[in-house]
């Protein structure tokens, strides 16, 4: 495939999916600034991996019933989702490094919340405000790693996926362990060590300023906040939804919130309409390709951390431990992060982004499926470990295939829009098994989350080649034509 030309510039053959950004000599290395950066993350998707284990001492102790504790997983993913368009603004005028001080800084705060609040309501407040700092974090992480060039991307962003996706994963056998020696709380707690890590980044300030002072578009600076409402809304009723039941939502709020998230969703479309550079800019989601691939990275997200949900309680039921247990069970599933981030930088030469998407949301599909029809320690951790597989996967081809579908000034914005599609697709996961489980057995809870990674395999399947390319900017207007 071709890549169309900018200014002049001759066209070369480049494999689908990944951006052809030259190669500059004053480029920081990819593999130096991506373990920097993976670093970073570690305290973020421990966050999620950490709790999952924890949930049911959670419930015993505040005296809940287990589908409420999903919260405490689908409030960090809500606002860490919310906060990523936000934060793709910020850059606008902020370096990734300001944009990631202040999110480290947030992250910490609400964790310490979330570990001293003594009720469930505060603890999920804490949730809701760490995991906007994540997504700050997470925007701040990515913005540097897709503003380097070429292959020294790719690595940096397989660096990073490896990074999340073992975090997540041994998060399971930390939560356990620091459940079992310390608490839940301080489970909940250990995002907080985000800060001192900060520090570790110090060294590569430099790099990650000159990484976002690329192009950007000045008429995007303004935010938005009606656009930025209305999506909260719709996003927080969609999850609030979900877990009515099992929450034991009555029925006259689950109807106002229901009402609440149809009125978003027709004031999102009317936004995206009448102010074209809002917070969801109608040309970056107009983009050939942008809003399958948000749609598939969701799908795949809410596979996994659906799946991370609910097996460390099943592998308790199957072997009658308790979380330490489940978390060193687990540790295998984790592993396969590593192969999965290594695969991907060597298959992006051989398949288009689209191909390895599929691929990638067929090994979700597989995993949650082994997961819901079999029993025993053994099947869940394989099904888990296949989940797993697609989350690192899915994350490094697709965040590194948002670049080629819009302009290169549009690039902060897309990414934070895409992650912010994947970040509610893993708040959705959850959130969709707890509602489920009340209503149905678990296992066909499981079976019906397999449905929508399904729906990505079949949107990446029907993904046309040219979809592949990035548009190219009008050089009076500085918009894709």
């Known amino acids: 495939m071709s890549q169309h030309t900018r200014q002049g510039t001759t066209p070369q053959a480049i494999p689908a999916g990944v951006a052809p950004a030259p190669e500059r000599t004053d480029a920081p290395d990819g593999r130096r600034l991506g373990l920097t950066l993976g670093m970073l993350v570690l305290p973020m998707y421990v966050a999620l ?70 009720t469930l309501s505060v603890v999920i407040v804490g ?11 997470v925007i701040a992480v990515f913005a540097a790693a897709t503003a380097l060039p070429g292959r020294q991307r790719i690595r940096a962003l397989g660096i990073i996926a490896a990074a999340s996706a073992t975090a997540s994963g041994c998060g399971t056998l930390l939560g356990g362990a620091v459940t079992a020696w310390l608490g839940w709380r301080a489970v909940l707690a250990i995002p907080a060590l985000a800060l001192p890590l900060l520090l570790a980044a110090l060294p590569s300030r430099r790099a990650l300023t000159r990484s976002g002072s690329g192009e950007r578009n000045g008429s995007t600076g303004r935010l938005d906040i009606v656009g930025a409402a209305v999506l909260s809304v719709l996003a927080a009723s969609l999850i609030t939804l979900l877990q009515a039941h099992s929450v034991g939502l009555p029925a006259p709020v689950t109807l106002v919130v229901a009402v609440a998230g149809a009125l978003a969703a027709v004031g999102l479309w009317w936004r995206v309409r009448s102010t074209p550079d809002g917070f969801v800019p109608r040309r970056v989601i107009a983009s050939r390709g942008f809003l399958a691939a948000g749609l598939i990275g969701g799908t795949v997200f809410a596979g996994y951390y659906g799946v991370l949900f609910r097996a460390p309680s099943l592998i308790e039921q199957a072997t009658g431990g308790g979380p330490l247990e489940a978390g060193v069970l687990l540790v295998p599933a984790a592993a396969c992060s590593v192969l999965a981030g290594r695969l991907v930088g060597t298959l992006t030469d051989r398949f288009t982004g689209w191909q390895m998407s599929a691929g990638l ?58 992650n912010f599609m994947n970040a509610l697709g893993g708040g959705i996961g959850p959130a969709a098994v707890a509602g489920l489980s009340g209503i149905v057995a678990v296992p066909v809870a499981l079976a019906v989350l397999a449905a929508l990674p399904l729906a990505g395999l079949v949107l990446s399947l029907t993904r046309r080649p040219t979809a592949d390319r990035r548009p190219e900017p009008d050089a009076t207007r500085g918009r894709p034509r």
């Open 49 to 118: 991996g950490a709790p999952s284990v924890a949930l049911p001492a959670v419930g015993r102790a505040l005296a809940v019933p287990f589908g409420a504790t999903a919260w405490i997983l689908a409030a960090w993913s809500l606002t860490s989702a919310l906060a990523m368009p936000v934060a793709g603004r910020l850059l606008v005028r902020w370096s990734p490094f300001q944009v990631l001080v202040a999110g480290v800084v947030t992250l910490a705060a609400g964790s310490v919340l979330a570990g001293a609040g003594p």
């Open 127 to 137: 949730r809701l405000i760490g995991g906007a700092g994540a997504g700050a974090t």
């Open 361 to 418: 949301a067929a090994l979700t599909v597989v995993g949650v499926l082994v997961v819901a029809i079999f029993t025993g320690p053994v099947p869940i951790v394989a099904g888990t470990a296949l989940t797993v597989c697609g989350f690192a996967g899915a994350q490094a081809v697709l965040v590194s295939l948002a670049p080629d579908l819009v302009a290169a000034d549009d690039r902060d914005t897309a990414q934070a829009l895409l």
